[in-house]
C-alpha cells in the first residue's frame, strides 16, 4: 500500500502516508505525515481543507524558489523553510533560471541528463545542507504532538521524496512499497511535466526522453541514493544514526507516534 492521494483543487501531489503498513504489521496514523508539491497553486478550499489538520508546513526549496512561488498562509499552521539545496540544480529546482538551463544544456542528450540526476541523488545524502535540512525534519516530527506535518519541495519528488524515504524507513515500511510510493509521484505530476515539456521548447529529437530524466521519478534514483547509504555508513539505519543523530530513543518515539 501506498500514500493516499488528497482530493484537492490546485494541488495534484498532496498524499497522506496515513494507511501504509510499518514494523510489525501496523499502519501509519492518518492526517499525521503529508507530504506534497509547493503549495503555490493551491485554491481557497484547498487551503481552508489543509487548515482543518495541518500544523506545521515545512519547505525544503531554495530561498530563490520560495521567492518566485512563495507558499500561502494555512491558517493555525507554523511554517519552517530548510533549504536541502543551496543552489539552482537543473532536474530539481523549479527557478526559471534553472529550467531554462536544464533545456540548455541536458534536454538534447537523454545520458547526460540520466547522469546528472543520478549525481544530484548521489549527494542527497551526503551533503552538508541536506544532513543538517533532513536532521531538522526529523526533530520537527518528534515535537509534533497532534495534527499533521507536511513537506514539500517544487514538485514533491525529490527533496520531499527523499524525506518520505527516510521517514517510511523508520517506520518499518516495506522497501518494495517505498520504491511504488516513490514512483506515484509520476501520475501526480503529468500535467506538470507537459507544461515543462512547452515551456522548454517541446519535443525535438531525443528530448523527450531526456526531460524524463530531469523531471520524473526514476527507480534508479532512489537505488542510488540506498548504495550510496549503504557505501558511506554500511545501512540505512546506520545513516539516520550518524548523519541525523538518531539513537534507539528518537526512532522508538517516532514509531510510538506515528504507528497504530
Request: charged share 30%.
Amino acid at each position: 500500500m501506498i500514500s493516499r492521494k488528497l482530493e484537492l483543487e490546485g494541488l495534484n501531489n498532496t498524499r497522506d502516508l496515513g494507511g501504509m503498513t510499518g514494523s510489525d504489521d501496523r499502519k501509519i496514523a492518518g492526517g499525521r505525515l503529508i507530504r506534497s508539491g509547493h503549495l503555490f497553486s493551491a485554491s481557497e478550499n484547498d487551503l481552508k481543507k489543509l487548515a482543518e489538520n495541518v500544523h506545521t508546513v515545512i519547505d525544503f526549496r531554495t530561498k530563490a524558489e520560495r521567492d518566485e512561488k512563495p507558499d500561502p498562509e494555512i491558517e493555525g499552521s507554523s511554517a519552517v523553510s530548510l533549504s536541502v539545496l543551496t543552489e539552482l540544480t537543473e532536474g530539481v529546482t523549479r527557478e526559471e533560471e534553472s529550467d531554462k538551463a536544464a533545456f540548455m544544456r541536458l534536454s538534447l542528450d537523454p545520458e547526460l541528463a540520466r547522469s546528472h540526476m543520478m549525481n544530484i541523488y548521489s549527494g542527497f545524502p551526503l551533503t552538508d545542507a541536506a544532513k543538517k535540512a533532513y536532521s531538522e525534519f526529523i526533530n520537527i516530527l518528534l515535537e509534533n504532538e497532534s495534527g499533521a506535518v507536511l513537506w514539500h519541495c517544487t514538485a514533491g519528488k525529490d527533496r520531499a521524496g527523499f524525506a518520505a524515504v527516510m521517514i517510511e524507513e523508520i517506520l518499518g515500511v516495506s522497501k518494495e512499497d517505498i520504491v511504488a510510493d516513490y514512483l506515484a509521484t509520476n501520475e501526480n505530476i503529468r500535467d506538470e511535466v507537459e507544461q515543462l515539456r512547452d515551456l522548454l521548447g517541446g519535443s525535438v529529437d531525443s528530448s523527450d526522453e531526456a526531460i524524463d530524466y530531469l523531471f520524473t521519478a526514476k527507480q534508479e534514483y532512489l537505488e542510488t541514493v540506498y548504495n550510496v547509504i549503504e557505501k558511506e555508513y554500511g545501512s540505512f539505519d546506520e545513516y539516520l544514526r550518524q548523519a541525523l543523530g538518531l539513537d534507539d530513543d528518537k526512532l522508538n518515539r517516532l514509531r510510538e507516534m506515528y504507528l497504530e
